[in-house]
């Protein structure tokens, strides 16, 4: 089973996304970046392990935008230059809900933007849709190379 990569510098953020998770039925482990400096360094060791057996690609990003270090919006141009990820999927888990910051995360080749959700039933309801539609329903790249989910 294929890990879940959470680039979050906000403790309590981590702590509350890892609990929805969690109710929400999503078993995939979970990689948790506090910067993105972290997250960027994470996925090069990824990249430069060729078998990928030790280290397979995350089912998925959920990538902060306000990150000390490297900002999300550079995580998230980064990782869509670089071959081995782009079809890696990133999901924008942001507070921001500004226009401008949506419309460049989808410039960048964000799969989809979320604005956090305040209350943790919203958030647990957040946690089961990513496990249904991006864990269960989406077909992946890496899917139809044979590597499982």
């Known amino acids: 089973m294929r890990p879940i990569l959470l680039v979050e510098d906000n403790k309590d953020d981590v702590l509350f996304i890892k609990r929805a998770m969690e109710k929400a039925g999503i078993v995939n482990p979970l990689h948790v970046a506090s910067d993105g400096k972290e997250a960027i360094e994470y996925l090069e060791k990824i990249i430069a392990d060729s078998s990928m057996a030790g280290h397979p690609l995350p089912a998925l990003v959920l990538l902060d935008l306000q990150l000390p270090c490297v900002r999300g919006m550079d995580v998230l141009k980064w990782i869509r230059e670089q071959a ?19 419309a460049e995360a989808y410039r960048l080749g964000a799969n989809s933007f979320l604005v956090k959700a305040p209350a943790s039933a919203e958030l647990t309801r957040m946690m089961k849709l990513i496990k249904e539609y991006w864990l269960e329903l989406n077909a992946s790249a890496s899917d139809e190379a044979g590597k499982s989910v």
Do not use: K, N, P
């Open 84 to 102: 081995a990820l782009r079809t890696l999927i990133v999901i924008i888990h942001s507070s921001s809900h500004l226009d401008i910051d949506i």
